[in-house]
């Protein structure tokens, strides 16, 4: 009965905090989750590299706000900028020359490519744990009745909720996200009728990256704590969060983010006792859905051609 | 005569699209039996329900075996097929292609191996005397089709031709009652459709086998077919005698297309 | 009448190196020796991994779960029962397992059942995905098994380890366990068995068309590979003395799947001689973690982690320019060494054959 006294003594205030954080880290996992999926949709890869890359704008942001003085708003566009740069850079020399190759071989150059980043910002920035750049903007509390929260929870769903709503209009709006949604469609087609698959995937990378910066922001000043390692754990989690959601679906990929923040703040708030086994819900989500729905809730249901 | 496989309204469709419409086909031991029909007609999905690849969205799939037997095979899994005595070549040629000539065949006997795997590891006497057998069998077929020479040779590295021959051969070593090809002269020059016309015959003779065959060439079709089933658009359009067939309107139609003019 | 030759030229090498061992053991420093022994190790995980990675074609990335499994049994039962109440002295140890106490050889083959345990749990639905999705899940699987090892702490003492192991310098024991491996491994691999893992590999639409089971031979190359890496991972408890569980995080797979890239995926030569390589790489380039004088002025470039980033560098660039590695799926016969032998020049204008 003890197992369950947490979930039977919450109070609403108490429920109230943990679903505001609930929602602030579904929505951070929803935007990483977006690069993966993407991605996935037309290369039809995991990008191993993508947590990492989360941690070199978190890295990225200490550089510019704690070492170089420049004010946050600047340097937050900077990272961004600098994020989707490196994506591209890591499509190019590590994904492209593979792309012919047989499949495992771009699988591997992907764990080499974030083994790489990983070591190298252990090697640039060393192993001891960095503290994120602290804005008062957005780590000051606010109260609103008997709850106290973080300034940056109320900003991350609304910062979440305008990046999709332009994502949403450059896939489905645009010319480049026209031509991206034919490339995942059909590679080979999309290539004959002219479209620039290199131009492409370097677009989805780019987009991605700098959507997983904006995450890696929000991310920082909620959890500063940064070392090389940071990105391990959510990267794997929001792969997961993509799959349960559909992979190669953007709706899937946030679906599968807010269930997974959701849900792993949850147990754990339910469920103190399991706190250590936190970061093994994803995985058992992911071993059910595996089992009984493999192409994920908003997937489509594909046979393989003979 | 008796029947060796039937199909009972075996039906595939894939999303809103109906690749094969309530099939009936029986095929008889023995017997070399045609499925013909234009590109697309849904002969090869036909194939891989029979083996297992698919599992029909209706119908039934039903094998008798050697015994007389009858077994209802709808949704087994092709590997179970494979040890009822259903085997198959496929449209593309699927070799292993890193692998030798030899070990291609070998890896056919494997389904029949008994010994588990710490006796094969141990190569344990009772497992070194299977697969002496299993070698000699193999031995036998490569020196029949006279591949015996290239056996240390990578699969890749054989000519076309005899990458053809190589699959009939491997799917021959599984040793079974009914042999299904997938478009065995595709790409073919006339002689080596010549020569593989008198090769399934023979095989048909000396491994007691029924052979149920997809083909374009229809040299090949008429020469050696004891009956035909034409397929178009997943539906059977016509079946019977390679002459019945031959001067069936529908099938030529369906071949050619419908003269605007006449 | 070949493979007569082989077996007795086989064995006669198994013994002079046996030999060898023995030397090493006895006159080479404490250093030197661990670090064969380190090599030693990391062929048998490394050859583990083969086993599902090169042969059977299935993109595994579980070893650290399974060495950790392994590493952990023999830290639970060799630990002298005296000595366990120091060791557990936070949470004192379960009382089911407190007195059991066991030699290494019953620790090490108990670990590797375990693994192989655990690899026929995960099997079950894991087996049945696609390349990446199979990756990410054994990646998955096998930090929620460090993940539980953390948290067990009645049994595995938790997030402080578990310390006071026995230890186990002796070359030629590890050397035995070594040669064991390797030769049960290219039994398998050259049994019926084996090819089947090899026709998965190649194409798992024909493998099944011609008979073989799927999910029984994935499941079976699984199992030995976390089987072994089980006693890997026991051996590698033994040499550092303790087992902590960061110790295995899932980056320490990575080191094996730079060694069966580098040494050929697919081939059990290969996989010694990446091992070989990347023990004495991670040994001496240590140097490179130091500031170094070139040429009487401090580079600035060396300091600690350019090691480990030379060794990401040099997977990438293996996977990028020299995919099949040293030996691809090819090994070193007696055949090939003799037609050297006979003729140097002319051996390497030889088409080669299939491997």
């Not at chain 1, 991350?156 to 991206?180: C, D, E, F, Q, R």
């Not at chain 1, 989500?285 to 809730?297: K, N």
Request: charged residues 15%; proline residues 3%.
């Amino acid at each position: 009965m003890e197992f369950f006294q947490g979930f039977l003594n919450m109070s609403g205030a108490s429920f109230a905090q943990h679903m505001v954080n609930g929602v602030s880290l579904g929505s951070l996992y929803a935007l990483i989750a977006i690069g993966y999926t993407m991605v996935y949709g037309i290369l039809l890869m995991i990008n191993f590299a993508h947590g990492d890359i989360v941690m070199m704008a978190c890295y990225f942001a200490y550089f510019g706000i704690t070492i170089f003085h420049v004010p946050w708003y600047f340097t937050f566009i900077g990272v961004i900028v600098a994020t989707a740069l490196l994506g591209a850079i890591i499509e190019r020399m590590a994904y492209r020359p593979l792309r012919d190759a047989p499949k495992n071989s771009v699988l591997i150059s992907a764990i080499g490519a974030s083994f790489l980043l990983e070591n190298l910002a252990n090697y640039l920035f060393s192993g001891r744990p960095m503290s994120f750049p602290d804005i008062p903007l957005f780590s000051q509390n606010i109260a609103i009745g008997s709850i106290k929260i973080q300034a940056i929870s109320m900003v991350i769903p609304v910062v979440t909720i305008i990046s999709l709503l332009v994502l949403l209009h450059i896939v489905n709006h645009t010319k480049t996200g026209m031509a991206m949604r034919a490339v995942s469609k059909d590679y080979e087609i999309a290539r004959v009728m002219g479209i620039n698959i290199d131009n492409v995937i370097s677009m989805t990378f780019i987009i991605g990256s700098a959507l997983a910066a904006i995450g890696a922001i929000m991310w920082g000043i909620r959890y500063p704590g940064i070392t090389p390692y940071l990105g391990v754990m959510p990267g794997l989690k929001c792969f997961i969060a993509a799959v349960i959601g559909g992979i190669g679906n953007i709706k899937g990929a946030v679906l599968g983010g807010f269930i997974l923040g959701l849900g792993e703040i949850l147990i754990v708030a339910f469920f103190p006792d399991l706190s250590g086994y936190r970061d093994a819900f994803a995985f058992i989500v992911l071993i059910i859905i595996l089992f009984y729905r493999p192409t994920g809730i908003l997937g489509e249901r594909t046979t393989e051609k003979v | 005569m008796k029947n060796i496989l039937k199909t009972k309204a075996m039906t595939m469709q894939f999303g809103g699209v109906t690749a094969v419409n309530a099939l009936e086909i029986e095929i008889n031991e023995h017997e070399i039996v045609a499925l013909i029909g234009p590109n697309g007609a849904g002969k090869t999905t036909a194939f891989n329900m029979i083996t297992g690849v698919y599992t029909p969205t209706n119908g039934a799939v039903i094998y008798t075996d050697a015994e007389g037997q009858e077994c209802n095979i709808t949704g087994m899994k092709p590997s179970e097929i494979a040890k009822i005595g259903i085997a198959r070549t496929f449209q593309n040629i699927r070799l292993f292609k890193d692998l030798s000539v030899y070990e291609n065949v070998i890896i056919a006997k494997h389904l029949h191996l008994k010994s588990d795997f710490m006796s094969a590891t141990l190569h344990m006497p009772w497992y070194n005397k299977e697969q002496a057998k299993a070698e000699e069998e193999v031995e036998e077929l490569l020196k029949k089709v006279d591949l015996w020479d290239m056996r240390e040779e990578k699969a890749s590295s054989l000519p076309y031709g005899k990458q053809r021959r190589l699959e009939i051969v491997r799917a021959l070593a599984t040793e079974p009652r009914l042999l299904l090809l997938d478009e065995p002269a595709a790409g073919m020059n006339p002689k080596e459709t010549d020569e593989l016309t008198v090769f399934i015959k023979q095989i048909r003779q000396e491994y007691n086998l029924t052979v149920f065959m997809i083909e374009h060439h229809m040299e090949l079709v008429m020469e050696i077919s004891d009956r035909i089933y034409v397929l178009d658009f997943g539906e059977t359009i016509a079946k019977g005698s390679t002459e019945e067939i031959q001067n069936n309107k529908r099938v030529i139609e369906a071949y050619l297309g419908v003269d605007e003019d006449a | 009448m070949k493979n007569k030759r082989d077996l007795i030229l086989s064995a006669i090498l198994l013994i002079v190196l046996f030999g060898a061992s023995w030397f090493a053991n006895s006159e080479l420093d404490s250093y030197i020796r661990r670090i064969v022994n380190l090599c030693l190790i990391y062929a048998i995980i490394g050859l583990s991994m083969n086993v599902t990675n090169g042969f059977a074609g299935q993109f595994s990335l579980g070893q650290a779960g399974f060495m950790a499994i392994g590493a952990y049994t023999v830290g639970i039962f060799t630990v002298p029962v005296e000595l366990r109440a120091n060791v557990f002295y936070a949470v004192p140890m379960n009382p089911f397992i407190a007195d059991i106490q066991m030699p290494v050889w019953l620790a090490l083959i108990v670990g590797g059942l375990l693994a192989a345990l655990v690899a026929f749990l995960i099997g079950t639905p894991v087996l049945r995905l696609r390349g990446d999705y199979l990756a990410i899940a054994t990646l998955g699987f096998s930090e929620i098994i460090r993940i539980c090892i953390t948290n067990a702490s009645s049994f595995t003492n938790g997030a402080l380890g578990i310390k006071d192991i026995p230890p186990l310098n002796d070359v030629r024991y590890i050397f035995v366990v070594t040669a064991i491996t390797f030769v049960f491994i290219a039994a398998l691999i050259n049994s019926s068995y084996g090819r089947a893992f090899k026709a998965i590999r190649e194409d798992e639409i024909a493998a099944e068309a011609m008979g073989i089971n799927l999910y029984k031979h994935k499941c079976l190359a699984f199992m030995i590979s976390a089987f072994f890496a089980g006693i890997g991972g026991g051996l590698y408890g033994t040499l550092l003395g303790t087992v902590d569980p960061k110790n295995f995080l899932f980056t320490l797979t990575y080191n094996f799947l730079l060694i069966i890239v580098l040494g050929g995926m697919g081939s059990i030569t290969g996989s010694m001689l990446g091992a070989i390589i990347v023990t004495a790489g991670l040994e001496y380039l240590r140097i490179f973690d130091e500031p170094l004088k070139l040429f009487g002025t401090m580079i600035p470039l060396f300091r600690p982690g350019f090691r480990m980033v030379m060794f990401s560098a040099l997977l990438m660039a293996c996977v990028l320019f020299w995919r099949h590695g040293i030996m691809g799926t090819r090994e070193i016969t007696w055949s090939k060494l003799i037609a050297f032998c006979k003729n140097p020049i002319g051996f390497f204008k030889r088409k080669g054959a299939a491997q």
